[in-house]
Structure formats: structure tokens, C-alpha cells
């Protein structure tokens, strides 16, 4: 029998644990640790990066995005922006009021009583500082004050809205005739102040329509002793105006007379004289006038029912 060679002893292999099947000295490819982010192939020998968004991929994610913007701008709107909108609201208010009771306050016309000069229909501004301010500028003469402050007297001539003496509520416009101390008088249809009659010259006639009719009436300008001009009506020439006794207007208030003088119920009958403080401001502008021929409704006769001569006219 040969003897076999000894064979060199070969050295035993470290213990590495349990056999996987993977030579773990080979320079094979190891199993990357776990990660979150997504497989990405990359040419042998480079370095693994994310692969950068395209154009088209951004711009997708903009769409995305805005579209998120504005479902959540659709959702019903915050405590906060109802208070806002309730904060806007009453500062308009608070405008509104400050305007209507220091500045110009409208008004409209519902009677003849100052025919020619002003017409039912008519809707006009008042100056509320034109003679300062008492309770009366404010609104339903709520605020506690007597007398007027920044008062400034008004002129012989003036169309002037008041407060009714009798209720202190309801408001009237009509002209001042008569100052305090003026002694004021009708007879025969004319006009005295302090026991001198006031020029009236007769011009073209007043056309008034009522319905389907017109009537003709007798249109006098008359001058009052500062040099102020008006018109005036003269529908019956022994009316019951047209004679009265002597009134004596007494200090602190006015005589008012409206100027369709047989159609007016003023300071020689039941509005008698009118305190200075219950004035409540100057008519200036007619903004807007209608023959109320059309209801509200028919929309289509709106434009031959507005006076469009009227608009913006200054008041004399």
C-alpha cells in the first residue's frame, strides 16, 4: 500500500455564522438597507440619486396644489369675516347719519302749497348747517339740547323745511316772508311788509295738470324788500288768504307763507309763527323730479314720467 502524501493541513474557516449560500468575501452585490424611498436604478459604478422633477411633473403639482387652495377657499367663511362684514355695515351707517343730520338730508314733495317752485314729485336736498343746529336736526328730535347752536339766521326769502310748532314732528317747507319784529300783511291778495306792499308783476300762467286736464293760472314774480325774486299763484282772486289782520312776528321766530298762496297752509292759518329752533335746514337742489304718471312697477314708462327739465335745479 502507498503511502499517500500528507496533504497540507488547510486552515479552518472562521466561524461566520449560519451558511447563507453568499460568499461574503466575493465582491457581490449586498442587500441595501431598508429605506422608505423608492427603488431607483442607477448604471453600475455611479452614484444612487433621486431623479430631479421634470417640467411637466411640477407643473402637476402646481395644478395640484391650487386646486387644494381653492377647495379650501370654498369652505364657508370664518366668525371672524361675518364680524367684518357687520363692522363694515354699521360704520356705512354711522356715515349715513353723520351726513343726513350735519349736512344734507333729503326730502320730497307730496302737496302744491309751494306750486310754481317746487311740484309734487319733486325730491330735493337740505342744507342742515345753514342756520347751525338744534334737536330738530336730529333724527325723531331725539337729542337733549334747547335753542340752536352755531346758529346763522336765515334770509328773508329762503325756502326753509321746519318742524310744525303744533307737534314738533311733522316737517314743512315753505318761504320765509316775515323776520322777527316784521309787521306782515294780505290785503286784496297783496303782500305788506311793515306796512309796504311788495312789487307783483304779472307774467305767463302757471299750466297745471291734473289727469287728463289742464288749467291756466294766473303766475305773478314777486320781490321781496332785500331784492330776492319768486314766483307765485293766484288761483282765486278773493281766496280766503288774501285779507288778513296785521301779524307781528314776534322775536326768536318767522312767518312762512308757501307760495301758491290760495293752496297753502301756513303761518296766516294753522302753522302760525314758527320758533327758530324747530328750523331744520335750507332747500337747495331738486336731484330728482317725476309726474308720477308711472307706477313702480311699470318700468317701461319710467322715462316720460321723469322731469328731466327739473333734475339738478337750483331752488330760488
Do not use: C
Not at 306750486?115 to 348747517?129: M, R
Not at 298762496?261 to 330728482?288: C, H
Amino acid at each position: 500500500m502507498r503511502d499517500t502524501p500528507d496533504m497540507p493541513d488547510t486552515p479552518d474557516k472562521p466561524d461566520n455564522g449560519p451558511d447563507t449560500g453568499i460568499d461574503k468575501d466575493n465582491d457581490a452585490v449586498q442587500a441595501a438597507p431598508h429605506s422608505d424611498a423608492p427603488d431607483i436604478v442607477t448604471p453600475e459604478g455611479s452614484s444612487q440619486q433621486p431623479v430631479a422633477d421634470t417640467p411637466e411633473v411640477a407643473a402637476a403639482q402646481d395644478d395640484a396644489k391650487s386646486k387644494t387652495a381653492k377647495a379650501a377657499a370654498k369652505k364657508a367663511p370664518e366668525p371672524e369675516s361675518w364680524a367684518e362684514t357687520a363692522k363694515t355695515i354699521v360704520y356705512a351707517l354711522l356715515v349715513a347719519l353723520i351726513i343726513r343730520t350735519f349736512i344734507f338730508q333729503p326730502f320730497n314733495i307730496p302737496s302744491g302749497s309751494m306750486e310754481n317752485t317746487l311740484l309734487i314729485g319733486d325730491y330735493l336736498f337740505v342744507e342742515k348747517y345753514s342756520y347751525g343746529y338744534s334737536r330738530y336736526s336730529f333724527p325723531l328730535g331725539l337729542f337733549p339740547m334747547s335753542g340752536r347752536v352755531f346758529f346763522s339766521p336765515p334770509d328773508r326769502g329762503d325756502v326753509v323745511v321746519f318742524k310744525l310748532p303744533s307737534d314738533n314732528s311733522t316737517d314743512y317747507i315753505k318761504r320765509v316772508i316775515g323776520l322777527p319784529g316784521d309787521r306782515i300783511q294780505m290785503l286784496n291778495g297783496q303782500l305788506y311788509i311793515n306796512d309796504k306792499p311788495v312789487p307783483k308783476v304779472r307774467v305767463g300762467d302757471f299750466i297745471e295738470h291734473i289727469g287728463d286736464f289742464t288749467r291756466d293760472v294766473p303766475r305773478y314774480r314777486e320781490t321781496l324788500p332785500n331784492g330776492k325774486s319768486y314766483y307765485v299763484l293766484d288761483r282765486d282772486p278773493d281766496g280766503p288768504g288774501d285779507n288778513t289782520d296785521v301779524y307781528t312776528v314776534p322775536a326768536h321766530h318767522y312767518f312762512m307763507m308757501g307760495d301758491n298762496r290760495d293752496n297753502s297752509a301756513d303761518s296766516r292759518t294753522v302753522v302760525g309763527y314758527v320758533p327758530q329752533q324747530n328750523l331744520v335746514g335750507k332747500a337747495e337742489i331738486i336731484f330728482f323730479s317725476t309726474n308720477e304718471s308711472a307706477r313702480f312697477w311699470e318700468f317701461w314708462k319710467w322715462p316720460s314720467a321723469v322731469r328731466w327739465g327739473r333734475l339738478f335745479t337750483i331752488i330760488d
